[in-house]
């Protein structure tokens, strides 16, 4: 079974319609985060938590909101899509055990989101 | 603006000879640099990683080398295999608890 799951694996949606992506880890990692790809553009860091009660704004956090409901899970959610939130969006988790960038993050499949 | 750039899009090599793939950076507070590997309909991968007071790691098949003075950095890989092909990501860590920024990736193709 897979160390980081995501679902759902692909979704396509309306303008203004309320999306939640989800991702669980079983790695036992306290740090998650959530990236978007976009072509050309490599990963951007959405949102990232390092424990149960951390949340933090990456670098476009705009449009998106985030809940660590739990050690292993942490979901997305896009309050109102619009079409340029459509994208490619991975979930990660690391070990606290080592300085923050430093520490390998394990990435999910990733969920291809695309509105319309 | 990109602080993290990998200029070339696509790299094609034949197998058994060496791939060689390009990363440049902006930001000076860089220090620590990471690939990772990414196939299709999956998540990347951890490959490898480099610390700013070195110049060279070395991990099997795949080195990376960083030269800070030129804000560059590099991940060879020798001999390429077919099982390669993918796309490769760099990614560079600020100081200070600063956030990943990742180049936009190069996907190396492998011609058996």
């Known amino acids: 079974d897979a160390d980081v799951t995501q679902t759902p694996r692909n979704r396509i949606t309306k303008t203004g319609k309320r999306i939640m992506l989800e991702c669980s880890q079983t790695k036992g990692h306290d740090r998650m985060y959530w990236y978007r790809q976009d072509p050309g553009l490599g990963l951007r860091l959405i949102y990232y938590?390092?424990?149960?009660?951390?949340?933090n704004k990456g670098e476009i956090s705009d449009g998106y909101s985030v809940s660590r409901q739990a050690q292993a899970k942490f979901s997305l959610s896009l309050e109102s899509a619009i079409p340029n939130q459509t994208a490619l969006y991975f979930c990660?988790?690391?070990?606290?055990?080592?300085?923050?960038?430093?520490?390998?993050?394990?990435f999910g499949p990733g969920t291809r989101l695309t509105v319309l | 603006d990109q602080q993290v750039k990998q200029n070339s899009p696509s790299l094609s090599v034949q197998e058994g000879r060496i791939s060689i793939l390009n990363c440049d950076y902006t930001?000076?507070?860089?220090?620590?640099f990471l690939w990772y590997k990414k196939y299709p309909a999956e998540g990347p991968t951890f490959l490898i990683s480099?610390?700013?007071?070195?110049d060279k790691n070395e991990d099997g098949r795949f080195t990376v080398f960083l030269n800070k003075s030129a804000k560059h950095l590099s991940l060879h890989i020798v001999p390429s295999q077919p099982g390669d092909s993918a796309v490769y990501f760099c990614a560079a860590r600020g100081n200070a608890g600063n956030m990943l920024t990742f180049g936009g990736g190069t996907r190396l193709m492998v011609k058996p």
């Open positions: 480099i610390s700013s007071i070195k």
């Open positions: 990660a988790t690391s070990d606290a055990g080592r300085p923050y960038g430093t520490d390998t993050q394990y």
């Open positions: 938590s390092f424990d149960v009660k951390d949340i």
């Open positions: 930001n000076s507070m860089f220090d620590y």
